[in-house]
C-alpha cells in the first residue's frame, strides 16, 4: 500500500481529507504477466510537470519492489478536448525495457488561476505487446510525491 504525504496547498489537503484515503487515491501498477496483469508493490511514486500553452508534459516516476525504476513521460494536448498526444516509458532495473504509452481512459482539469490536475489509466506497450497497466491518480501536475511504506 503507498501512503499519501502532501507538502501542497491546503486546498488539496482538504479535497484529499474530504474524498478519503484508499485505491481511487493511490497510484497502481500492474505488470502483464502469462495473459494477465498481477500487480506490483509501489515503494514511492512522483509525479511532476508543466502547462506550456495548449500542451501539458507530464512524468511519473514509480520506485518499484525489486530495485526498478519506471518513468512514464506524457504529452497531453488539447484540441479542444485533452487527450494523450503522445507517450514513452522506460524501465530502469534488472529487466530494463522501454515502450510506448496508449491511453485507456484520462482525467484532466485544466484549472483557470491554478496549474492542470491530470490522471487516468494508462497501458504501456512494449513492441507492440501490453507491459504494464497504470493508474495515475488526479493530481496537480506541479510537484506532487507520494512516499510509500507500510
Not at 514509480?62 to 485533452?82: C, H, M, Q, R, S
Not at 516509458?89 to 504509452?101: F, Y
Request: hydrophobic share 35%; proline share 8%.
Amino acid at each position: 500500500m503507498v501512503r499519501s504525504h502532501h507538502l501542497l496547498h491546503p486546498t488539496l489537503t482538504l479535497m484529499v481529507l474530504i474524498t478519503g484515503c484508499g485505491g481511487r487515491d493511490e497510484p497502481r501498477l500492474s505488470e502483464w504477466d502469462g495473459g494477465a496483469y498481477r500487480p506490483r508493490e509501489v515503494e514511492e511514486y512522483q509525479f511532476g510537470g508543466k502547462r506550456d500553452g495548449a500542451v501539458t508534459r507530464a512524468t511519473a516516476v514509480f520506485t518499484i519492489a525489486g530495485a526498478e525504476k519506471l518513468e512514464i513521460d506524457l504529452e497531453i494536448v488539447y484540441n479542444p478536448t485533452p487527450a494523450l498526444g503522445s507517450g514513452r516509458w522506460r524501465l530502469d532495473g534488472p529487466r530494463g525495457a522501454a515502450g510506448e504509452v496508449r491511453e485507456e481512459s484520462i482525467k484532466f482539469l485544466g484549472g483557470q488561476g491554478e496549474g492542470p490536475s491530470l490522471g487516468g489509466r494508462f497501458r504501456l506497450n512494449e513492441n507492440g505487446n501490453p507491459r504494464f497497466l497504470v493508474v495515475l491518480p488526479l493530481r496537480p501536475v506541479e510537484t506532487s510525491r507520494w512516499p510509500g511504506g507500510p
